[in-house]
């Protein structure tokens, strides 16, 4: 991986994209499978390339309405789908996925878009290629009305490159990906859930605790701005940050582990100091705005190290990546 | 204190401040010390009844040019002054109160705006009768430019009642602050300290802490919503945290304790979810929307019981209370 001089230079690099295949030209079907704010807002930005799918009729039928092509059945929308997209909430994937792997079509690629990644690929059947992907975008807002062709515009999302997945099948769904404004951020469904931990469940937690401990009236009268935006995910459907930690358990103990030694040494006034000097220099230089493009091959070895060193995929035909600087 | 049916009656109770000499009417002199974003909001809210200070020269010509009556020395601003508020940074409030309580008028009037209140009572100087006051409000930005008059309009703004407050002078310190669009909400030094360092210090010490734990460039990448707002106070500067945090030691202390504890226990998936539902209950109904007008004498005991319970006063004369319902 070579750091280009110039910021704005895209280095150029081929790949075996199969060109008679590219996802999204004519023949190739996209299914989105869950039409909430991630699969709908997916559903309205790949339109014209996509077929959608809800469990729920009235969803089905808004997005009808809305103008957009959905099918009634699993099947009808994934039994011939190129390249399956999983929407759908953490609980349900398990028997979705196994629905899936009896009705896919030999060699069509599924991928997901859930908070954590290990589990996943234990549930995954069938003759389907899976790329686990976690897109780094939501509001406090859900379902199909909620849903935003834009939702995806400049947001980060994590694409899952294990020991056993084809460099190809990863650069397909890269592909798609990139169709919906995201930046590609290589990574392993190990990395992936470490770093998550620390910075979306353990966020949660945290923002539980901190509103379980102003529970007093007095308290809650004079909260302000350090209490609000400290505990805002504690609105959160409690069902979703339950079943979100309950997935990556591993990694969040990790993490709440660290927490608690971090909080301990925090009660020494002199190493409280240095925790908010060294706070202060990362969080004011995040996220990070001066980034230089990379140049560097499609090989998994380089893919990875770009993710591990903070880069992303802006493009994948032709590859663009950057680094934040 | 007498809950009221309807809740857009205001009720109203005669109390003893002297008509001759209120606050704000000819004749009251205000000195505002210290002319950064508290003290330059409330000099530009109270302009016309206030003179301001700032030990900055550039700062006092700053306020000058933008129309306000500023003095050149704390003296010219506090000696003849009938209420004095200093709003000047924690570690400079020693020195200023003692230079005060050597210039003061004889039972002038005096309060402040900091983040903790116990400490500054020890600090206080000279002849001056002490009413400690935080506004619960703030940016992120600092200084005389981005004060705003509108700062503190329906901000929370605690009062302290302390054992030997006199509950005149408390109501004098109550109606400026209600000029300023704020509501007071009536506490104790003590009761504040141990309610801020869960609202507002504890959140500084996480914030700190989950920003430290995300420090490798594939997390500080993958970032996004929960962390941006769990850590958004981690770009304090970190001698304004550290200073708010150790002047409260005590209380912060004991809110870390429990902070640790909480967290041992959402290691166990059982009482995660726990917290997690608790937790959605308080902070979807937080802030509080629907209030209740209560009627109440201006004792001591009735005030004190009206803040315990997450009231606060809109006006002084008439007296006007509410609850949150």
Not at 95 to 105: S, T
Not at 179 to 194: I, L, M, Q, S
Not at 195 to 210: D, F, G, K, N
Request: include cysteine.
């Amino acid at each position: 991986m070579v750091r280009e001089n110039q910021a704005n230079t895209h280095c150029r690099t081929d790949f075996p994209l199969d060109p008679g295949k590219a996802v999204g030209s004519a023949g190739v079907e996209i299914a989105v499978l869950g039409l909430g704010l991630i699969g709908g807002s997916l559903l309205k930005r790949l339109a014209g390339n996509a077929i959608g799918y809800d469990v729920d009729p009235a969803t089905r039928q808004s997005a009808r309405d809305a103008g957009f092509t959905v099918a009634d059945t699993v099947d009808a929308a994934a039994g011939n789908a190129d390249v399956t997209i999983v929407a759908v909430p953490l609980p349900a994937l398990p028997d979705l996925l196994a629905q899936i792997g009896a009705i896919a079509k030999p060699h069509s690629l599924l991928t997901d878009v859930t908070s954590v990644k290990a589990p996943i690929y234990q549930w995954v059947r069938g003759p389907v290629r899976f790329v686990g992907g976690h897109p780094m975008a939501g509001t406090e807002h859900s379902g199909f009305a909620a849903a935003d062709p834009d939702l995806f515009t400049d947001a980060n999302w994590a694409l899952c490159l294990e020991d056993d997945t084809d460099v190809a099948d990863w650069l397909q769904i890269a592909e798609v990906v990139t169709r919906t404004g995201a930046k590609v951020v290589p990574t392993t469904a190990a990395e992936h859930d470490a770093a998550v931990a620390r910075i979306s469940h353990l966020p949660h937690v945290v923002a539980a605790m901190l509103t379980n401990l102003a529970r007093d009236p007095l308290a809650k009268t004079l909260a302000a701005g350090s209490f609000r935006d400290g505990t805002r995910v504690a609105a959160t459907r409690p069902e979703l940050s339950t079943a979100m930690c309950q997935a990556n358990e591993a990694a969040l103990d990790q993490a709440l582990e660290q927490a608690v030694r971090a909080l301990q040494k925090a009660r020494s006034p002199r190493r409280l100091k240095n925790q908010f000097a060294a706070a202060y220099e990362i969080r004011r230089n995040w996220p990070a705005t001066e980034t230089t493009s990379v140049s560097l091959n499609a090989t998994k070895d380089e893919l990875l190290a770009l993710g591990r060193n903070g880069g992303w995929l802006e493009s994948i035909n032709p590859l663009s990546a950057r680094l934040p600087s």
